[in-house]
């Protein structure tokens, strides 16, 4: 991403960037949903039918890149009302000038501080039911035949 600096704008990086982040722990996340349905035995309340299973990918594929969407509508800010920002706020005052950082004001993007708030709101439950728990339950079911 380096050699590209000169050449694409700031905010182009730091989406691609967020975006392959996402698509990591989205992966990772489906990886220990999967591998927790094949842990789980036939007979058990926890087993998702196929449809389900699928459906719970595109859920965890969905609450990933949420952060994905926030840094591209954030990409409409404006390098002046930042510039703004920066010289109105001290504790930012170290950071060099002329520079499109992603600092948006709130009253201007209230469509964009709604979906990161309730976006945000709402993927910590989804990490905490479709990643967290079925690894609990996974090291459970392990550690019960290994102990």
């Known amino acids: ?82 510039i703004g920002i920066l010289n109105a706020y001290p504790q930012l005052k170290w950071r060099e000038r002329d520079l499109n950082w992603f600092i948006f004001y709130g009253p201007d993007f209230r469509a964009v501080m709604n979906y990161s708030y309730y976006g945000f709101f709402s993927f910590i439950p989804i990490v905490a039911i479709f990643i967290l728990l079925p690894c609990a339950h996974m090291l459970f079911i392990v550690l019960r035949y290994v102990i």
């Open 1 to 82: 991403m380096g050699l590209f600096c000169p050449y694409i704008p700031y905010q182009v990086l730091m989406i691609i960037v967020v975006f392959l982040n996402m698509s990591m722990f989205s992966a990772f996340g489906m990886m220990l949903v999967a591998r927790h349905q094949l842990l789980i035995m036939e007979d058990s309340v926890f087993k998702m039918r196929p449809v389900t299973k699928y459906a719970s990918f595109i859920l965890i594929n969905v609450a990933m890149h949420s952060m994905t969407v926030i840094s591209i509508l954030v990409l409409r800010s404006s390098c002046e009302g930042q």
